[in-house]
């Protein structure tokens, strides 16, 4: 079978409040990141971008922020609902395509 | 609808017995990626394709091959499978003159017996 895997880090909120996600990114080149939700059992699923010429970036519900000088990106959801449960990955790349790098992940677990 | 799709969802293979996982696309775009992912961690790049070029990253074990007969199919070849190789593997698609992050496949989980 697989080898024993690594726990992620938890991150455990109540139905309605807000989230946020953090990661570290290791390339001060890098200009183009990605966040990423992975559900159980499924692959990873855009949410949502940003490039390195801005510093925030808002969706439907998310919200990311990026500040170069310190190499950190965050993940702001709005208002977590159950269906936000999942694993979220943020990603790196240089000159927009190419390879990924993702950081180490961080598991959403939403109370009802 | 699905666009990038992995056959088949599940996979069950003994130890030492090759193995092929399936990729397909409906996006027409000309990278396509595999990834392996093991449980607790990052997806790692295993190789990809730029249209017909094939990238192999150095640090993936020859016991890993892939082909790519067209734009629409990618196939990874697991030559002889041991157990550490049981994992998630994930297939993303990019069109590499547009603005959009890869896009993946719901993976095939491999077991090893």
């Known amino acids: 079978g697989e080898s024993v895997g690594l726990h992620l880090p938890t991150l455990s909120v109540q139905e309605g409040d807000n989230s946020i996600i953090n990661c570290a990114y290791s390339?001060?080149?890098?200009?183009?990141f990605i966040w990423y939700k992975q559900e159980s059992g499924k692959g990873p699923q855009f949410i949502i971008d940003i490039r390195s010429n801005m510093d925030k970036r808002q969706g439907q519900r998310v919200t990311v922020l990026l500040n170069k000088t310190v190499k950190h990106l965050s993940l702001q959801i709005a208002a977590t609902q159950p269906g936000d449960s999942a694993v979220y990955f943020c990603?790196?790349?240089?000159?927009?395509?190419?390879?990924?790098?993702f950081g180490q992940g961080t598991e959403l677990s939403v109370k009802p | 609808d699905a666009m990038v799709i992995q056959n088949p969802r599940y996979q069950v293979t003994q130890f030492g017995k090759p193995v092929t996982l399936s990729c397909s696309q409906t996006l027409n775009h000309n990278v396509m990626y595999w990834y392996q992912q093991k449980s607790s961690q990052a997806p790692k790049l295993l190789f990809h394709?730029?249209?017909?070029?094939?990238?192999n990253e150095a640090d993936t074990p020859d016991n890993f091959q892939s082909r790519r007969p067209n734009t629409s199919f990618c196939f990874l070849d697991i030559r002889s499978p041991g157990l550490g190789d049981a994992a998630m593997y994930l297939c993303?698609?990019?069109?590499?003159?547009?603005?959009?992050?890869?896009?993946f496949g719901d993976g095939t989980r491999l077991s090893i017996l």
């Open positions: 390339n001060s080149a890098s200009d183009y």
């Open positions: 990603a790196e790349t240089y000159n927009q395509g190419g390879k990924l790098i």
């Open positions: 993303a698609t990019e069109a590499s003159d547009s603005n959009q992050p890869q896009h």
């Open positions: 394709y730029y249209d017909k070029d094939f990238n």
